[in-house]
């Protein structure tokens, strides 16, 4: 044990962390890098349909393309910045001093990492998946993909579905078990409950394309034939599995986009979150009907009339505890003293964005109308709208919003203004236009279309929104160096906050809390602030203590020493040859770990 | 560390993690036991199911895998009334109770093979081995996971009682046990329906 006195530094202090604040900034760090790759491959696509009959890329390119950017943003992106703000705050949040388990968060972390460069791991030999995100059988096939790309996509999900499967066991006993004194599950801030509803969904879901991607697998390494027809396979088999995964998924994505909004705009209108009660059970509802919709991505397959009919009632069904989110959120804002900083904006555009994609989401619950839109860029709009405008959104917000907290450090306003214009703009230039492109008729993923097709203009305009957009990401970049060396100086309590984590100082100590809180009421830090009336309160002394009296757990090196063995191990699909000895190699290094982790003194 | 704090709940960090991980295991199989129910009558080539079951060997390997399960409970008990060698002749119990259930499978893919099955035969053979072989996996682990208490408790002694680690495998061995019973009843009774 490690007493929590002696602040480490340096890169070895890195690799072996088990501090879920280093743990989360790490996240962060990694996202955005892969926020930069996979922001790239959307501007190579719209540069390639910038005009008609365009040859900047070839098709092959533009496919993978497709699929890398979908499978990037997803896994790689959206996710690991929504673990970033999971494993930071969760913590902070209820009131502890680290999660459950410190030693499997950083394993999660690590196992994440190296899963992500294995699934890129294409673009250094020219085999970059380009199946769809979706990975549609039998497209992965070893008949219609013979090279690796499938087995880079295929193993690289896999691997980033273990840490994503870890760290929702984790949260999910972090939350439920590590609740400060006084912090029963109803006085739990918004974004704690939408990250334990995550978590649930995460647990429940993942398994499922973890045996289909293991299927893949087997039918092109072991001879098998689940998704190939004429071994008596079945294709469909693998969308009802993708799917079944794929919808819970969404929300997945936008559960924790959601939490961030419900703090950032209580915080900036200075009200407490409007129908808190209400915005749980939402949050649970959501989650429920999230794993009985997974059918409507497949209408066009021909279900049957009843499972066409159920998959579209229960469809509609989900709009309702989303509509009653959406009404609560204005209901909080209304009559409030809102505060316009970056990170409100980027909050309350949320709530306009998402609302939109919602709208046009409903749309397709309609069975006839979506056999219309199917593979249009109506579809690409809606998900962007839900997804984009929606979760990164949030994202950002969050961002500007911790970022203090994080750094003890501002992000500058007025460049912050200025990518949020550009992302706002850039945005929906870039994405309403899709849906005029939908109707009109305009596949998805093609890679290029023709003079005559009418489809030139809104083209250029999304290919114009986009290069707007990549323009407030540059600004993203600069504001965040700038202002990580120039930022002005951040109190503790930053924004005159609600939640436990403004309690202490900017950056937190090691060990969190030196006392640890005790709460009576949601909002507890406010009602010391200020009175029932809004009056300001003279906040209670702080408590004395000793920190070389808080134990934390050591370092160690085990977590990262089994997420390479757990990837070696998955890579012996990729070499020809010694394969098999590569992948035993792998499973060694994990034994081996897994005892040297058991006896480790934690 | 996790293990000596006190929860909110009231259950141990370790003890709560294995239930989740359980719920998520049940996911795990049940899409297993989708893909070998979409998949068990659509073998084109090779023997099938109802032809080369031997539904007295497995019942035989099924009580096996039951009465270690009863052997995991009686360590726990004995565990928590430190009564060191009772507990760890059970923990033995339990070990072996695994690895001759790991023998039955071994034995039965290799008669399966034998009788012109294969992992790539048809795709009754897929899902079938996918399956079992997913299940016998976690009782590998299992066994490899139960061994590793046993020799930590003839290293330490009387010094160990750890009743929350054997209580953690014990959840695990007990769900794969179910896992089995289940199995058990879909692949091999569904055949006499």
Redesign the interface.
Known sequence: MSSANSQQTGLWSWITTVDHKKIGIMYALAAFFFLVVGGAEAILMRTQLLVPNNDFITARTFNSMVTMHGTTMIFLVVMPLSAAFFNYLTPLMIGARDV??PRLNALSFWIFLFGGILLNFGFFIDQVPRGGWFGYANLTSLQYTPDLSVDFWAMGLQVVGLAS?IA???F??TI????CKGMTLLKMPMFMWTNLVTQVLL??????I???L??VT?DRH?????FIPG????VI?WQH?FW?FGHPEVYILILPAMGIVSEILTTFSKKPLFGYSVMVYSSCAIGFLGFAVWAHHMFTTGLGPWATTFFSAATMLIAVPTGVKIFNWISTVWGGRIRFTTANLFALSFVAMFTFGGLSGIMHSSAPIDSQHQDTYFVVAHFHYVLYGGAVMALFGGIYYWFPKVTGRFMDETMGKIQFWLYMIGFNVTFFPMHFLGVQGMPRRNYTYAVDQGWDLWNWVASVGAYATAVGGIVFAINFFWSLKKGAKAEGDAWNGRTLEWTIPSPPHEYNFGIEPTVTRTDDFWYQKYSEDGKKLQPPKPEKYDPNDIHL?GPSYWPIILAAGITVAASGFFVQGIGLYVSLLGIAVVVVSV?GW?FEE? | MSAHMETVTGVDNRKFAMWSLIASECFLFGTLIVNYFVKRNRGLEGPTGPEIFDINLTTLSTFDLLMSSVAMVLALHYCRTKELRKMQAWLGVVVLGGAIFLGFQWYEFNHFVNLGLKLDTSVFGSAFYMLTGCHGLHVAVGVLWITSILITSLRKGEAWFNDTVIEVAGLYWHFVDVVWIILFTVVYLFVYI
């Open positions: 459950a388990f499967l929702s066991v984790n999910f006993v439920l078990n590590m609740r647990m429940l879901s993942l398994p499922v973890t045996i289909a293991l299927m087997f072991f001879g098998t034939g689940f071994e008596g396979g079945s088999l599995l079944v757990p005892y058991s934690a």
